[in-house]
């Protein structure tokens, strides 16, 4: 009976329209960020700031990006990593060759480099939907990593087409440590996710979700498909742009253009499948359950069969494992870990009364 509405009054539309109309949401979004920003930076070690809950908040806001244009726009795309590419090779581009950048600029520019890149291979949609349209951002997919490779003034005329992500100093401060870096993550993530959800709301948000369900029918009465579907495919790469410096600078360190493979694209949707497809809460959870679900296979693998199982047998039953884990969780429900969560929130707000 803690999670109900009874007896909060709203007297204006502002009230009824914001992102957590009841009281103990917003009490909880603030405890959760409070934990996150105050305390979970002292309980975590170096290694789970670093390799576990840095990639998680990396991938959760590329995944943000991809459900704008997919779960929100309905616009397929399998060029994620690419885009991710642009703007770590856009931020460390600036980085190099203007003196003086400052860090978060480095960082927007090279979400809006992903962004212009994006813009350009999302053109076809306006004419193609559906699988077309995933084959052609696939073309985008090999053809931004192939121009990466070929023209090496991208890596600083790097032999092997890898580069080192300069250290990160924002107003005189380094951030040199893992927790540090965490701090700086989970910010921009904080930042850029609350954006997202705001926008998604909005005019251009709806305009979005109408060319989703019927373009013909948005078109009719008054929304034009053209600045929808661009407008999607820019603000995605830029939220993929974004992520990928973040992956460069605050995770690995040194980057080279074929660690943003297709393999990573399909990471990212997974992501997005697993968490639930037109949900910013589902980047989130598609995104721990993707990073935490193989080590905790493997941590668990070891722990069972520690000594008594070959390596390769025991990698691949992790795979296998990893795969039909994903597919029953799509069995048990499609929409995802959000629709989980949306469903519990709802039997908790009728608890302990049966209807």
Not at 56 to 77: C, E, H, K, R
Not at 134 to 139: I, K, P, S
Not at 208 to 226: C, K, L
Not at 259 to 280: A, C, P, Q
């Amino acid at each position: 009976m803690l999670y109900r509405e009874a007896g909060q009054f709203k007297v204006s539309y502002q009230e009824d329209q914001q992102i957590f109309p009841i009281r103990q949401d917003r009490v909880g979004f603030i405890a959760i960020l409070g934990f996150f920003f105050l305390v979970l930076p002292f309980l975590a070690s170096e290694y789970w700031l670093q390799a576990i809950l840095i990639p998680v908040l990396i991938f959760s806001l590329a995944a943000i990006g991809l459900n704008i244009l997919t779960g929100y726009a309905g616009q397929l795309s399998l060029g994620s990593a690419a885009f991710m590419a642009v703007g770590a090779f856009g931020a460390y581009n600036f980085m190099l060759r203007v003196d003086g950048m400052p860090f978060l600029v480095a960082l927007a520019i090279g979400g809006l480099c992903a962004a212009v890149v994006g813009v350009a291979f999302g053109l076809p949609s306006l004419r193609i939907k559906g699988f077309y349209l995933a084959v052609a951002t696939l073309a985008a997919q090999f053809f931004i990593v192939w121009a990466l490779v070929k023209f090496p003034w991208f890596s600083n005329n790097s032999s092997s087409g890898v580069i080192s992500a300069q250290q990160i100093e924002i107003l005189g401060f380094a951030f040199d440590t893992p927790v540090s870096k965490y701090l700086l993550t989970l910010g921009i993530v904080a930042v850029l996710a609350l954006a997202a959800k705001n926008l998604v709301r909005s005019t251009t948000g709806r305009s979005w979700m109408a060319v989703r369900d019927m373009d013909v029918a948005a078109e009719v009465i008054g929304i034009r498909p053209m600045f929808a579907k661009l407008s999607a495919f820019a603000v995605s790469s830029f939220y993929c742009g974004v992520a990928g410096a973040l992956y460069a600078y605050a995770y690995l360190g040194t980057v080279e253009p074929e660690g943003f493979n297709l393999d990573l694209s399909f990471k990212i949707l997974f992501m997005i499948i697993i968490g639930g497809v037109g949900s910013i809460m589902g980047s989130f959870l598609g995104a721990a359950f993707i990073v935490l679900l193989p080590i905790f296979l493997n941590v668990t693998m070891h722990s069972l069969f520690a000594g008594s199982m070959p390596a390769g047998l025991g990698s691949n039953l992790e795979l296998i494992i990893f795969g039909g884990l994903i597919i029953f969780f799509l069995i048990v429900e499609p929409h995802g870990l959000a629709r989980l969560w949306q469903i519990g929130k709802e039997k908790l707000r009728l608890w302990p009364f049966p209807h």
